[in-house]
């Protein structure tokens, strides 16, 4: 019974020839011939009995009619079209940039991609690239140095012009992040410095999204704390990849429960005992409106010098980097009058 072609893939390729086709079917097991109309095809390869690739010979522009050759007799005909072949034209890259290891997958829109043999990054050729059709080609970028890289692909009319520009982007690198210490609630901005930190398109809190970001310079991102708890390393990414972590943490919030003593006089001087939890990292201790020196004893103890004031009841809270603990009450004494 003679071979039997079902598909032709591609199914069209420029008249210089040189397309490699796939014919897929039956029967091809000891076929001595492919042609393209009348011409043999340049080569071909029996790859199973359902399987004959082959390589186009050279032929006018137009629709030509595709056989195998059989003993047991020829095969139906197929279609394939010879194309006039054009310079390549690359008029867009998307996206237009990734990292400098190479790896992101392009999609280059233009004229002329039919017959593609090659695409050049920077003259570093594509890790590998599909052939969509004559107007689009998907490529895989390779590794490649920081800054604009020419795009080229080409064809057997030619190469395309160095019009098409490719921008590998360094890896960001952070160095600090200021403050490394915010309350669970959310809320504070942290100065990021670092490398490498344009165009970034996230900061990150562990797993979460910053709540929001600014980026201030290449060196610097201005970024605000999520909600969170424990330890939260911060990373930034950038058309270059994600960053190294920093160090972020969250603070849990202080409380007060105790003051003693709870009252003393108007002149300063009373040395206060502060008791209560997550007290360690205190950057403030207030009377009323008046802050005062104090010492951090411990996690839940700290001595404060009472500031003087006028006779009356003031409020004294802590201000730790997990944010003000509610007040408890201090009392002045009016001194004895005479």
Same mark, same amino acid.
């Given at each position: 019974?003679?071979?039997?072609?079902?598909?032709?893939?591609?199914?069209?390729?420029?008249?210089?020839?040189?397309?490699?086709?796939?014919?897929?079917?039956?029967?091809?097991?000891?076929?001595?011939?492919?042609?393209?109309?009348?011409?043999?095809?340049?080569?071909?390869?029996?790859?199973?009995?359902?399987?004959?690739?082959?390589?186009?010979?050279?032929?006018?522009?137009?629709?030509?009619?595709?056989?195998?050759?059989?003993?047991?007799?020829?095969?139906?005909?197929?279609?394939?079209?010879?194309?006039?072949?054009?310079?390549?034209?690359?008029?867009?890259?998307?996206?237009?940039?990734?990292?400098?290891?190479?790896?992101?997958?392009?999609?280059?829109?233009?004229?002329?991609?039919?017959?593609?043999?090659? %695409?050049?990054?920077?003259?570093?050729? $594509?890790? =590998?690239?599909? *052939?969509? #059709?004559? &107007? /689009?080609?998907? !490529? +895989?970028? @390779?590794?490649?140095?920081?800054?604009?890289?020419?795009?080229?692909?080409?064809?057997?009319?030619?190469?395309?012009?160095?019009?098409?520009?490719?921008?590998?982007?360094?890896?960001?690198?952070?160095?600090?992040?200021?403050?490394?210490?915010?309350?669970?609630?959310?809320?504070?901005?942290?100065?990021?410095?670092?490398?490498?930190?344009?165009?970034?398109?996230? %900061?990150?809190?562990?797993?979460?999204? $910053?709540? =929001?970001?600014? *980026?201030? #310079?290449? &060196? /610097?991102?201005? !970024? +605000?704390? @999520?909600?969170?708890?424990?330890?939260?390393?911060?990373?930034?990414?950038?058309?270059?990849?994600?960053?190294?972590?920093?160090?972020?943490?969250?603070?849990?919030?202080?409380?007060?429960?105790?003051?003693?003593?709870?009252?003393?006089?108007?002149?300063?001087?009373?040395?206060?005992?502060?008791?209560?939890?997550?007290?360690?990292?205190?950057?403030?201790?207030?009377?009323?409106?008046?802050?005062?020196?104090?010492?951090?004893?411990?996690?839940?103890?700290? &001595?404060?010098?009472?500031?003087?004031?006028?006779?009356?009841?003031?409020?004294?809270?802590?201000?730790?980097?997990?944010?003000?603990?509610?007040?408890?009450?201090?009392?002045?004494?009016?001194?004895?009058?005479?």
């Amino acid at each position: 019974m003679p071979p039997t072609i079902n598909t032709i893939n591609p199914s069209q390729g420029p008249t210089t020839g040189g397309t490699t086709v796939t014919l897929t079917g039956t029967g091809m097991t000891g076929s001595t011939a492919v042609r393209f109309g009348s011409t043999n095809a340049t080569s071909f390869t029996i790859n199973s009995a359902t399987q004959i690739t082959a390589v186009s010979p050279p032929r006018a522009a137009g629709a030509t009619a595709v056989t195998v050759v059989n003993p047991t007799g020829n095969s139906n005909p197929v279609t394939f079209t010879y194309v006039m072949a054009q310079v390549p034209v690359v008029t867009g890259v998307t996206p237009g940039n990734g990292p400098t290891s190479g790896g992101t997958s392009v999609t280059l829109t233009g004229t002329g991609f039919t017959g593609a043999t090659t %695409v050049s990054f920077a003259g570093a050729p $594509a890790m =590998s690239f599909t *052939v969509n #059709s004559a &107007t /689009q080609i998907t !490529a +895989v970028t @390779p590794a490649g140095n920081a800054g604009a890289a020419v795009v080229t692909v080409t064809t057997p009319g030619g190469t395309s012009a160095p019009d098409a520009f490719f921008f590998y982007a360094a890896p960001p690198v952070l160095s600090s992040a200021e403050p490394a210490q915010g309350p669970a609630a959310g809320g504070t901005t942290v100065t990021l410095t670092g490398s490498n930190l344009l165009n970034a398109s996230n %900061v990150r809190f562990g797993n979460i999204n $910053a709540v =929001s970001f600014t *980026v201030v #310079s290449a &060196t /610097q991102i201005a !970024a +605000v704390a @999520p909600p969170g708890s424990g330890s939260s390393p911060i990373t930034v990414i950038t058309p270059g990849g994600t960053s190294n972590p920093v160090a972020f943490s969250y603070a849990a919030a202080p409380t007060l429960t105790a003051l003693a003593p709870t009252n003393g006089p108007t002149s300063a001087g009373t040395v206060v005992t502060l008791i209560g939890t997550n007290l360690s990292t205190a950057s403030a201790v207030v009377f009323g409106v008046t802050a005062a020196p104090f010492t951090v004893v411990s996690d839940t103890q700290i &001595t404060a010098v009472a500031p003087a004031g006028a006779a009356g009841s003031v409020t004294v809270t802590v201000t730790t980097a997990g944010g003000t603990s509610p007040g408890l009450t201090y009392t002045r004494n009016a001194p004895p009058g005479i």
